[in-house]
């Protein structure tokens, strides 16, 4: 079922996902996958507060970088980097606990999209 998008209220937020990549083939034949995580939230300012898991695992807001665009619309790609064994081949969940929103700004933030990058780095 598709859930996206989805009001970040306060409160914890889950989204399911499914992945396809075979990872742990990748690591084998040392092909040393990297893994990113982006969350394209609509009206997020920065204070903002909120917590990002996968598969129960609390992925550290010190490691995410965010950028902002509002040129065309009020959009924020924020981007975590992921280590290869959080995700599975298969169902995975994406929780978010958001713990404060700014007050001055009228309505949630919204989560539109959320995209998984996987790159190799011993291709050619």
Do not use: C
């Amino acid at each position: 079922a598709i859930v996206l998008p989805i009001d970040l209220s306060i409160g914890s937020h889950i989204i399911p996902f499914g992945f396809a990549e075979d990872l742990e083939s990748a690591r084998q034949q040392i092909l040393s996958p990297k893994v990113t995580m982006g969350l394209k939230l609509h009206n997020y300012t920065q204070p903002d507060e909120f917590d990002v898991s996968v598969n129960n695992q609390l992925l550290p807001t010190e490691t995410r970088t965010a950028q902002a665009q509002y040129i065309m619309d009020n959009f924020t790609w924020i981007t975590y980097p992921l280590l290869p064994e959080v995700l599975n081949n298969g169902e995975n969940e994406l929780k978010v606990d958001v713990k404060h929103l700014n007050p001055g700004i009228e309505g949630a933030p919204r989560l539109d999209h959320v995209e998984i990058h996987v790159r190799y780095n011993n291709l050619v």
